[in-house]
């Protein structure tokens, strides 16, 4: 009986991955993390030890590699770690930060944090009539919200085409419990119009077809974390985008791409596009825009990085 998060973490990239689970649960929540270096996939080395390491939100830290029945806390296969949460992570209500350390002949290597919101145990001081009905409404209303989520991922199998197409999704009805990973059908209008203001998790399109996958997302401020693997291409990508400021790049841009509705683009997103574009050296050239008020911003270095790389603006 055990129910498995999964997340996504980049050894190289601070993104914050956010899984639910239940106070007091023991040995039955546990997250499998994929683990990436840089947009590749990366797979511990054979001989190494895996620990989990966590801070609860009132400060309590700790560390284990075994369980309470004596097994171990990770295990791996190839670049997933299963990672068991122990009672002490899930001890008491709130955010807890948890990592997964790597120790290897002498090295040391840490997974960027991600949370885990331990949710307030309905069950202890149940006996008490009336009880707590502010914890109990919370707590059933993420029930609720866990079962949806769940459904949402399980229903859309990797395709992610025009599957938040809709003004209905905003910063609150758009609260993803994992990292969204587009490997089958397409990522077309994924976002289309919808009233986010950032997307909050990572997103990998990982399949050739991402035409208009922001179109009409006027209201978007941050995509913390976009990685783009065989996309070859991202028609109309950000149309009508004009409130974009941040925006962090992994994988290759490899099909001409615009940007030219983000007025408001930080110079640190640019340089991120631009570093993230494949370079065309002796092949058709492509285009990548920008807005004319981002494009006076750019220095001469990144104006001629894009060129040296056989990339139009």
Not at 54 to 83: F, I, Q, W
Not at 176 to 203: E, H, L, M, Q, Y
Not at 248 to 271: H, M, P, R, W, Y
Not at 297 to 306: D, S
């Amino acid at each position: 009986m055990q129910i498995i998060s999964r997340i996504i973490v980049d050894l190289q990239r601070k993104t914050r991955p956010l899984v639910y689970a239940m106070q007091n649960d023991a040995g039955t929540r546990a997250v499998k993390v994929a683990l990436y270096d840089g947009g590749t996939v990366w797979a511990p080395p054979d001989g190494v030890t895996m620990s989990v390491a966590y801070r609860r939100a009132a400060g309590t830290v700790g560390k284990y590699d075994t369980l309470p029945d004596g097994s171990a806390a990770c295990s791996v296969s190839g670049n997933e770690v299963v990672a068991v949460l122990s009672p002490p992570v899930l001890a008491e209500p709130g955010r807890v930060a948890v990592s997964i350390v790597f120790e290897h002949a002498g090295a040391r290597l840490a997974t960027f944090p991600f949370d885990v919101m331990s949710e307030g145990d309905l069950a202890a001081g149940a006996g008490a009539q009336g009880g707590d009905y502010d914890k109990g409404y919370t707590a059933g209303r993420q029930a609720e919200y866990d079962r949806f989520w769940n459904a949402v991922f399980d229903s859309a199998n990797g395709n992610f085409g025009s599957a938040f197409a809709s003004q209905v999704w905003n910063d609150e009805t758009f609260n993803p419990d994992r990292s969204i990973v587009c490997t089958a059908g397409t990522a077309t209008t994924a976002f289309n119009n919808a009233k986010i203001t950032t997307t909050k998790v990572p997103i990998e399109i990982r399949v050739a077809t991402a035409d208009m996958m922001f179109a009409g997302c006027s209201n978007l401020k941050t995509v913390p974390y976009l990685g783009f693997f065989g996309v070859t291409s991202t028609g109309s990508f950000t149309a009508a985008c004009n409130n974009l400021e941040e925006i962090t790049v992994d994988g290759e841009i490899q099909s001409t791409i615009g940007f030219a509705a983000c007025s408001k683009l930080t110079n640190a997103s640019v340089q991120s596009i631009i570093d993230h574009l494949k370079d065309l050296t002796g092949t058709t050239s492509k285009q990548v825009a920008f807005h004319s008020t981002v494009k006076a911003k750019m220095t001469e270095e990144q104006v001629n990085a894009i060129w040296a790389k056989n990339w139009t603006m």
